[in-house]
């Protein structure tokens, strides 16, 4: 696979993020999936399946939130165990950021480090920029211009 150099200086202190704390840290996840409720049973589940079937271990909240087990604390160690935070930018997550849904604290906990990458599925920046200006400075992958799979495939260019 090869990446246009945009895409390699883009991401590379985002790889140099991750590459730092998975030496500190060697039991983290690679990533952790942030995604709109809507999209738990379609496209997050996709993308998902897709990283999983390329090696990334991805904490997912369809898989990893058990029944019985408090939801914010959950997610509070699935982001504080996890390399990176891929953040799947749909119409329905571009709904629930402004409403200060479960997303949003995901994603600011995300924006807090620079471990944070967009995957654009069904939308455009432009609409993310109209939503959250922070998220849309940050360069990440369109599926627009790649297919979900070389979406998922492209997850090794931030080495997780």
């Known amino acids: 696979m090869s990446y246009t150099a945009a895409q390699v200086k ?11 704390r998975a030496a500190a840290q060697p039991d983290l996840r690679d990533a952790f999936l942030c995604h709109a409720w809507d999209d738990r049973k379609g496209t997050a589940k996709e ?3 897709l990283l999983e079937a390329a ?11 058990g029944l019985g087990v408090p939801m914010m ?10 390399r990176i935070g891929l953040v799947l930018v ?10 200060e849904s479960v997303s949003d604290k995901e994603l600011s906990e995300l924006l807090a480090g ?21 998220l849309a400075s940050r360069t990440g992958l369109d599926t627009s211009e790649d297919s979900m799979e070389m979406v998922g495939k492209n997850a090794e260019l931030v080495d997780i």
């Open 10 to 20: 883009s991401l590379t202190p985002i790889r140099e993020v991750v590459e730092t």
């Open 55 to 65: 090696g990334v271990k991805v904490w997912f909240s369809e898989r990893d939130l």
């Open 114 to 134: 620079n471990q944070l990458v967009p995957i654009v599925h069904n939308t455009t920046y432009e609409d993310l920029r109209n939503v959250s200006p922070l």
């Open 73 to 82: 604390r959950a997610i509070d160690k699935g982001l504080a165990n996890s």
């Open 47 to 49: 993308l998902h399946e």
């Open 90 to 99: 749909t119409p329905a997550m571009l709904d629930r950021l402004p409403k």
